[in-house]
């Protein structure tokens, strides 16, 4: 992953809840800070 939205897209289309280590809903936090 390159960039927030890009995270996020694949966070809430793909369900790769494994993004969200902490279950705050914020998919990888060096990216989406």
């Known amino acids: 992953m390159i960039s927030c939205s890009e995270a996020m897209y694949y ?19 060096k990216l989406c800070r």
């Open 11 to 29: 966070f809430q289309n793909c369900g790769l809840s494994s993004l969200d280590r902490d279950k705050d809903d914020v998919p990888c936090k």
